[in-house]
């Protein structure tokens, strides 16, 4: 990818809520124009979800989603003011999994963001384990939310409770 910024793992962690120990990305491209991404995350045998796990076993799943997902938020923050909002996940549509992700993989995620406004967000994109495709997201939908003692949490400005 030419152009654009390379966040680190630092930076990463400073965009995101999760914490350091719930991050799941190394490291993301993020194009000139802020409308896409390439990331990475190195799966590890040691990681947690391995802790019990036989050797013919892959990354979940739903971590991979989570990964997918964390590379959303931060592309779509990336660049934005903090407002004291929170990025959720909200919604997932046409997924599918085409590959197993086993312990010493390189991850590759691969985003479009195809539509962005102050309170939610939308991508699409697809994920690669090494050089194999094992997944594709038809669309994630994201949505900010006020965080809890945050001046965000009263609304916009001008708004009355009732």
């Known amino acids: ?7 680190d793992f630092g930076d990463i962690s400073a965009l995101l809520p999760h914490g350091r120990a719930m991050v799941l990305v190394d490291r993301i491209w993020i194009a000139a124009d802020g409308r896409s991404a390439v990331a ?6 040691t990681e947690y979800c391995f802790r019990e796990a036989d050797a013919g076993c ?11 997902g964390q590379t959303a938020a931060v592309l779509w923050l990336h660049g934005r003011a903090g407002d004291g909002r929170l990025p959720m996940f909200a919604a997932a549509r046409d997924c599918v999994f085409t590959g ?18 102050d309170g939610s967000a939308m991508v699409s994109g697809r994920t690669r384990a090494g050089a194999e495709p094992v997944a ?7 949505v900010a939310r006020a965080a809890p003692g ?13």
């Open 1 to 7: 990818m030419t152009g654009g910024v390379c966040l």
């Open 40 to 45: 990475t995350k190195a799966v590890s045998g």
């Open 58 to 68: 892959g990354y979940p799943e739903s971590l991979v989603v989570e990964s997918f």
């Open 100 to 117: 197993r992700v086993p312990p010493g993989t390189t991850l590759t995620h691969e985003l479009e963001l195809e539509h962005a406004s």
């Open 136 to 142: 594709t997201f038809g669309s994630l939908i994201a």
């Open 150 to 162: 945050t001046d965000a949490e009263d609304g916009p400005p001008g708004r009355e409770e009732r």
